[in-house]
């Protein structure tokens, strides 16, 4: 089948001088992107990367986070992304969970990165040779891996997303084609290196032969920064947005100013109702899309585009996008009536191959369509929903997940994190929402812990967890209130979740 990277290369070879990439340090033409590509592919290729070989990327922002999971796909194999700044033991258990088997990094990075793959890395500023290679390799099959994300795992360990090319390649020529994506478009990258949104904002516009424009991530984290990027870039499409980052431009005393010129902007990761009923629509002055969709079915299976004039009493996500299914069904299977709440699954192209090593979890997500025709799958998200006129109204989730600035976060990853610390004999995490809307994870603990601080605690958990998972409270305990099962009374925990 054709891949995105096709595509990128026949715009260099249709206009090889159109500028692709735009960083701090300098312009890259197609032509010479292309070039990067191919000859890292090349070099994979020797180094033994084949269809369903997974190659681990960790580079910094920049264009190397371009080439190297481009030369991955254009080599045949399929790419897991890892943010260099994420804490080592985490990168660990993500390259661990997601099996790769060679790492592509840089010389600058190697030394600090401990990973279980074996071998030595491949070092984008010292390739070596690509003696040996065989030639581009045979055609790659729509059900060929792709890529490896991850979403928050119960187990304590990240559970790894296999994502296939019939759902990739479909989804970003979805988003170049219904989005209007084309050479005049200029997008800003702004979703974190590691996570699936980056694969949005970055290739959707190369495959529609758009310029990207990256720059380092402290920049778009302060207002003014952020605002004389836009200007000086002429940028055109944010494709991966979260509302949290909305509401932040909006809090500032010139926010509209800030996406002056700004003819699309796409969010996606979490609600983004409050956005709205906070008055934040004037904000964006051109097109405004909201976006829902799982890890699990490539990374968006319905879109909204927001008009002028939101009702903010709902929560729309809106219709499915092209080769996508959605059915809202009870606890029996059965479709819901128009109207009534149904938990949302989701078949069709984007749906993924499941999880790496968890067959039961898969076999419990991924279940037949009995609506389908044979072999049709769907994801069962946990999320509810219910039909309105501007077609899916979510409503929440179904189980203990939650979103925290666009990721999904299962609170048990962080109880077992918490633990694991010596003084902890107790955890329970539960979520809580700010008077901005914004949702948060506080901590109930137990344990012998007055000598320990919550900077302390922080420090414990920063060594194996990301940002998006650090509680923003802790609240010490003698014990954990019980339901009469015995289980933690959540509920009862909730009421002190403001209280340390």
Excluded at 118 to 135: E, H, I, M, T
């Amino acid at each position: 089948m054709r891949t995105f990277v096709d595509d990128i290369a026949g715009h260099a070879s249709l206009a090889p001088d159109r500028v692709a990439v735009t960083t701090p340090a300098g312009e890259v033409t197609y032509a010479e992107l292309t070039a990067r590509i191919d000859a890292l592919a090349a070099v994979l290729r020797a180094r033994g990367a084949r269809p369903e070989t997974v190659c681990a990327v960790a580079v910094e922002r920049g264009v190397d986070a371009v080439v190297a999971p481009a030369a991955v796909v254009r080599c045949g194999a399929a790419f897991l992304g890892l943010d260099p700044e994420q804490p080592p033991a985490r990168l660990a258990a993500l390259a661990r969970s997601g099996g790769a088997e060679l790492l592509v990094t840089t010389s600058a990075l190697a030394g600090g990165l401990d990973l279980p793959i074996p071998g030595p890395p491949v070092l984008l500023d010292r390739p070596g040779s690509a003696v040996g290679a065989d030639g581009p390799g045979r055609p790659l099959g729509e059900r060929s891996l792709a890529y490896v994300s991850h979403t928050s795992g119960s187990t304590g360990e990240p559970s790894a997303v296999l994502v296939e090319h019939r759902g990739l390649d479909s989804y970003l020529r979805f988003i170049a084609r219904d989005y209007g994506l084309g050479p005049d478009t200029v997008a800003l990258q702004l979703a974190p290196l590691g996570y699936d949104a980056s694969l949005r904002d970055t290739f959707a516009p190369l495959l529609a032969g758009g310029r990207l424009v990256v720059v380092p991530r402290s920049a778009l984290l302060r207002p003014e920064e952020f605002g004389a990027v836009v200007r000086e870039h002429g940028v055109t499409a944010m494709l991966s947005t979260t509302p949290s980052f909305l509401s932040f431009l909006a809090g500032q005393p010139n926010g509209a100013r800030l996406l002056a010129g700004v003819r699309l902007v796409v969010s996606s990761g979490e609600s983004l109702r409050p956005f709205l009923a906070a008055g934040g629509r004037p904000l964006v002055r051109g097109d405004l899309v909201n976006q829902y969709g799982p890890t699990e079915c490539t990374m968006t299976s319905t879109r909204y585009a927001v008009p002028a004039r939101p009702d903010v009493l709902t929560d729309t996500v809106g219709t499915p996008i092209d080769g996508v299914v959605v059915r809202l069904l009870d606890a029996g299977m059965s479709p819901v009536p128009d109207g009534d709440a149904g938990e949302v699954y989701i078949g069709g192209a984007g749906v993924a191959r499941g999880y790496r090593g968890r067959p039961a979890r898969t076999a419990e997500c991924f279940v037949p369509d009995p609506f389908g025709p044979p072999g049709a799958r769907l994801y069962r998200t946990g999320d509810l929903a219910r039909t309105g006129p501007d077609g899916l109204e979510y409503l929440g989730r179904g189980d203990r997940q939650v979103k925290i600035r666009g990721y999904r976060v299962d609170p048990a990853e962080v109880e077992g994190a918490l633990l694991s610390h010596a003084g902890v004999t107790g955890a329970v995490v539960t979520s809580e929402t700010d008077a901005q809307g914004r949702v948060f994870l506080v901590a109930h603990v137990t344990g012998d812990l007055a000598g320990t601080t919550d900077a302390a605690l922080r420090a414990h958990l920063a060594a194996g967890l990301p940002p998006h998972l650090m509680p923003r409270r802790f609240v010490r305990l003698a014990e954990l209130p019980t339901t009469r099962g015995g289980k933690a009374d959540r509920r009862a925990l909730s009421q002190t979740g403001g209280r340390s």
